[in-house]
């Protein structure tokens, strides 16, 4: 079962203008990562949020996290053509403890960028 | 580092034949996972390995699924018989124990069965 679910499903914007993709979530985590896919390759690691961190930034990305609300967005500033890719959320449940390895990840968001 | 590498890249066989994908996992990672992505159900989780130990195998669909690892360098996703359900993408990721669950995805294999 699907433990994030991001939103948009599907998301086309201008080069330049801002990106944002909402993930949400169904049970505690430890942390949140985000990963981009291009089409047909594998996902690449993007940036993780631990569970008591409320923001993170990582050159044009900013993740945000609200536990309380059980969701994160991933904000691509100034975006390139070069962003055109899935992006996903995967989330590592509190409960499947430090020696488990059940990274969940959700369908994605597919972002257009249309130079 | 070459990063994870997975072969083939595509694979097209008929129903009832056996498949074997294979995965070189980064030099240095402890853990390695099997996932699969389709447009209905997206990224699954088949099974993951620790220390070439398999943890979690109740991702693999069905008894026609299994997975080896024989050493810390390799590991094969096998399919047998396969069946035209099965066509998917295929991924090997690894990580490095420690790493707070990062994955290093490979190319993947695009399986289609007909």
């Known amino acids: 079962s699907q433990q994030g679910e991001e939103d948009p499903q599907a998301l086309s914007i201008q080069e330049g203008e801002n990106a944002t993709m909402n993930c949400s979530y169904k049970?505690?985590?430890?942390?949140l990562q985000w990963y981009r896919q291009n089409s047909g390759r594998g996902l690449v690691h993007l940036i993780l949020?631990?569970?008591?961190?409320r923001e993170k930034h990582s050159g044009r990305l900013r993740v945000t996290l609200d536990t309380s609300k059980k969701s994160s967005s991933l904000l691509i500033t100034a975006s390139r053509a070069a962003d055109t890719a899935s992006y996903f959320c995967?989330?590592?449940?509190?409960?499947?403890?430090?020696?488990?390895?059940?990274?969940?990840f959700g369908k994605g968001t597919k972002l257009s960028v249309i130079p | 580092d070459a990063g994870v590498i997975q072969s083939p890249r595509h694979e097209v066989t008929e129903m009832g034949q056996e498949v074997t994908l294979r995965c070189k996992p980064i030099?240095?990672?402890?853990?390695l996972f099997w996932y699969r992505q389709t447009m209905m159900r997206g990224l699954e989780l088949l099974i993951y390995?620790?220390?070439?130990?398999?943890?979690?195998d109740s991702g693999m669909p069905e008894d026609r699924f299994s997975a080896k690892m024989p050493n810390a360098s390799f590991s094969t996703l096998k399919i047998q018989p396969s069946e035209p359900r099965d066509s998917a993408v295929y991924f090997c990721?690894?990580?490095?124990?420690?790493?707070?669950?990062?994955?290093?995805f490979g190319s993947g294999t695009q399986l289609s069965v007909l």
């Open positions: 049970t505690s985590i430890n942390n």
């Open positions: 030099s240095g990672h402890n853990s």
């Open positions: 949020i631990r569970s008591n961190e």
């Open positions: 990721a690894s990580s490095l124990r420690g790493s707070q669950k990062k994955l290093f």
């Open positions: 995967a989330t590592d449940a509190s409960e499947s403890g430090a020696g488990s390895y059940q990274l969940t």
């Open positions: 390995f620790n220390n070439n130990v398999p943890i979690d």
